[in-house]
């Protein structure tokens, strides 16, 4: 969860770069709420509610941020009935009746439901109850895909796209556009306990982070002549170096998933 203030600092760099138009978004879990805010036009309002966190110690970060409910309280405060969303915008929930992940087009949901699915993107089972919209229940869907690019895959008219993820993972989804995607491991140490980390001196740290990173690749990219190449250049030195990569983020995503379907199942 911590590790959404490095996408914050990224998505910063995103909008003040003039060069490349983000055309559509797909999120999971936190991320969610993080490009909400940016499809919203709220990314300085997330940027200050990341900002004022100050959670010292894990269980302090789960007392009082997930069991609690302060996860819950920011997806409310982020959204706003009147919102338009500037681009596409999907997330990935837990149906927990169907027992399966579903892709969520936040720009087609209808106002009234948009806050009960940003909130079910952050309902992180078992910790949490699930959230009921329109009927249905859902939870936090990146136990069964973390990094949810299905979505862009058969879009139309998209030139790149950007991966935003931290455990050095690069999916072997087909991509029938042929648009080339570019995996960016946006942490700065592969350590898993700044997934939990939420004091005011690493979130900064964090946001600065992922600010700078964002900056530099993008600046990397729009001089290249070639972003095709870049992008292969850039994976590859990804892949040759994925022990930078937080695995134990991938590994609890499966776990949870496990662990849920049984209590779920019931």
Aim: hydrophobic share 40%.
């Amino acid at each position: 969860m911590a590790k959404g203030a490095y996408q914050i600092g990224f998505c910063k760099a995103l909008s003040e770069n003039a060069h490349f138009e983000v055309k559509a978004i797909s999120a999971a879990s936190i991320g969610t709420l993080n490009g909400y805010a940016f499809a919203a036009g709220r990314s300085e309002q997330a940027e200050e509610i990341w900002r004022s966190l100050d959670f010292k110690g894990c269980k302090k970060m789960y007392d009082k941020f997930l069991k609690s409910g302060g996860i819950m309280s920011i997806a409310e405060s982020i959204h706003g009935r009147s919102d338009e969303l500037k681009c596409f915008l999907s997330t990935v929930c837990w149906s927990a009746g169907e027992k399966k992940a579903q892709y969520i087009r936040l720009d087609k949901t209808p106002p009234q439901y948009r806050a009960g699915f940003l909130k079910a993107s952050v309902a992180v089972p078992p910790i949490m109850h699930s959230v009921t919209v329109n009927g249905k229940s859902y939870y936090d869907g990146a136990a069964a895909d973390n990094t949810p690019i299905r979505p862009l895959l058969k879009m139309r008219g998209l030139d790149m796209i950007l991966a935003l993820q931290f455990d050095g993972y690069i999916s072997k989804k087909s991509n029938d556009r042929g648009v080339p995607i570019m995996y960016v491991n946006l942490q700065e140490k592969p350590i898993f306990s700044d997934s939990f980390d939420l004091q005011r001196d690493s979130v900064a740290k964090m946001i600065e982070y992922g600010y700078r990173e964002g900056r530099g690749i993008l600046e990397r990219l729009e001089k290249s002549e070639n972003i095709s190449a870049e992008i292969v250049r850039a994976n590859a030195a990804l892949k040759e170096n994925r022990r930078t990569g937080d695995h134990i983020v991938r590994r609890l995503n499966r776990l949870t998933r496990i662990i849920s379907e049984r209590e779920m199942a019931e």
